[in-house]
């Protein structure tokens, strides 16, 4: 297929190094040119603009957040593509923009699918991301080859675009809460005189495992928050996005508020672009550690 791909960050640049191998032609824009290079020896079409990335079959996003996708996806780029083209955002992003995005896309006849993932860039570029799919279900049948290359699995949620990410904000703020008791339970047990990394190795082999406390069970242990897989500033967008959809429902979240401010901690501290684990750091600061 001729794909367009716009945001080539930690995520999309492994997303589309799979598209790539699974042999479709892509189209690639980047704010920073530079981080296209790679890309483009891998065989992707650089191009100048975001408008000439925005055409073709599909077209996938993955920039960073609202901000970034109401400077992007603006009223001339939408105006001018082609009737018929079928936008996948696949970034997190608010519900109330998901909602605006799916009636400004469908008043100008283009298609809007919303397909969060869940994984981080490591899993993004083994191709094995959970992608969340919400839209209409003919857009996801023609991109599902491409979800496909992606992912190892596309869950399918409705024709409703906003519920994908509304699933995503979830799960984020699930991970959010589990970093955060992680940090606070390792510090527990450090001010005791415990080895953090033997409290990490007997949580996860017995009744916490898979990937979430093990990987940052052993990053908070290893006190290694660089590289950032997920930066601290984007969890905290995520949360902060969970707490905004819930109050738009009257339901209140006390944990989520916790680990907001927590995360906010990190960012204040110079910490954004470190790593979610960074939250044991945290922990272990009010500690006085
Ligand atoms: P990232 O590495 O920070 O990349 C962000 C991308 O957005 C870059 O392409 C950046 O361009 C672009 N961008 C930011 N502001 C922009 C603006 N105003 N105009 C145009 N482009 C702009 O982030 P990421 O980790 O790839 O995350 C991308 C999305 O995936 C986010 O919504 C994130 O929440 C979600 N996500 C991330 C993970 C993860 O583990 N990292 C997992 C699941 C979902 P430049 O290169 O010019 O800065």
């Known amino acids: 297929m001729d794909i367009g791909f716009i945001g080539l960050g930690e995520m999309g640049a492994g997303m589309v190094a799979n598209i790539l191998k699974a042999g479709h032609q892509v189209r690639v824009w980047n704010r920073s040119p530079e981080r296209a290079q790679p890309l483009a020896d891998a065989g992707a079409q650089v191009v100048a603009t975001p408008a000439e990335a925005f055409a073709g079959d599909a077209v996938f996003s993955m920039l960073a957040d609202d901000a970034a996708m109401r400077e992007v996806f603006n009223a001339t780029l939408l105006e001018n593509a082609a009737r018929g083209l079928i936008h996948v955002n696949m970034a997190t992003i608010s519900v109330t923009l998901a909602e605006e995005l799916a009636s400004a896309h469908a ?142 429902v009257m339901t209140p979240m006390p944990v989520a508020s916790v680990v907001r401010d927590s995360l906010m901690d990190a960012v204040a501290h110079g910490d954004g672009d470190k790593d979610f684990a960074v939250l044991g750091e945290v922990s272990a600061r009010r500690a006085a550690r």
């Open 107 to 248: 008043a100008r006849g283009i298609e809007y699918v919303a397909a969060p993932v869940l994984g981080r860039a490591d899993v993004a570029a083994a191709g094995k991301l959970t992608i969340v799919a919400a839209g209409p279900a003919e857009s996801i049948d023609r991109v599902q080859p491409l979800f496909d290359a992606m992912g190892q699995k596309t869950w399918r949620i409705g024709s409703l675009p906003q519920q994908a990410n509304v699933i995503k904000l979830a799960a984020n703020f699930m991970l959010a809460a589990a970093v955060e008791s992680l940090g606070e339970a390792a510090t527990l047990v450090t001010g005791h005189g415990v080895a953090m990394q033997d409290f990490i190795d007997v949580i996860t082999s017995g009744i916490f495992p898979g990937p979430v406390y093990q990987g940052y069970g052993n990053a908070i242990a290893e006190q290694r928050y660089e590289p950032a897989l997920f930066k601290a500033r984007l969890g905290l967008k995520d949360v902060r996005l969970a707490l905004e959809a819930a109050d738009a």
